[in-house]
């Protein structure tokens, strides 16, 4: 066969537009196939497929509906926990204020017992100093006055043997003594006396 045979159309073979067009036969059969199928698919397959969109449709609905009721719940839990903060907070603004008065109460407390103990301390302070005065006074006066009794004797040459003489010429002197005032050298050296 040659190039040119196989390029001719044979007599049987359509040509054109009718190449694309079926035969009768075919086209019945084809039609009469798609019948079938097509009534099988919309007796038996489209219910089946309808129930699987139905209750898939349900179960995506349902999820939605719980997700909102989810959602619903964790902004009331948001505004619960809000609240309990917001409790929380002013519990602890009232504990430290409640804290802050018992420590200022123990504070003042704390220094008016100080305060009275130092009075006290003063005050027992005060009474030793008035009492070692008192003592150091009677010791001087009596030092003093013995030093005078034996000045006076020495001087006079004889013994003192009258005690209310001796007891008054002691207060006299150590009255004049007393009255007596201190230049700047002797109490820089020896301090004051009274």
Request: with cysteine.
């Amino acid at each position: 066969m040659s190039v040119g045979a196989a390029v001719l159309p044979t007599a049987g073979t359509p040509e054109g537009i009718f190449l694309f067009v079926p035969h009768l036969a075919d086209l019945v059969w084809g039609t009469i196939c798609f019948l079938v199928i097509a009534v099988v698919l919309v007796k038996y397959a489209l219910p089946r497929f309808n129930q699987v969109l139905d209750e898939r449709t349900a179960k995506i609905e349902e999820g939605l509906a719980l997700t909102e009721k989810v959602k619903e719940e964790q902004t009331g839990a948001e505004a619960r926990a809000a609240q309990l903060v917001e409790d929380a907070r002013l519990e602890a603004a009232k504990i430290r204020e409640r804290a802050q008065t018992e420590a200022e109460k123990i504070l003042a407390d704390a220094r008016a017992e100080a305060a009275g103990e130092a009075n006290r301390a003063m005050e027992a302070a005060e009474r030793q100093i008035q009492a070692d005065k008192q003592a150091a006074q009677i010791s001087l006066r009596s030092d003093v006055g013995l030093l005078a009794t034996d000045l006076a004797e020495k001087l006079v040459g004889e013994h003192l043997t009258d005690t209310e003489l001796s007891g008054r010429v002691i207060d006299r002197f150590l009255d004049e003594l007393e009255n007596t005032p201190v230049s700047p050298a002797w109490s820089s050296r020896a301090g004051t006396v009274r």
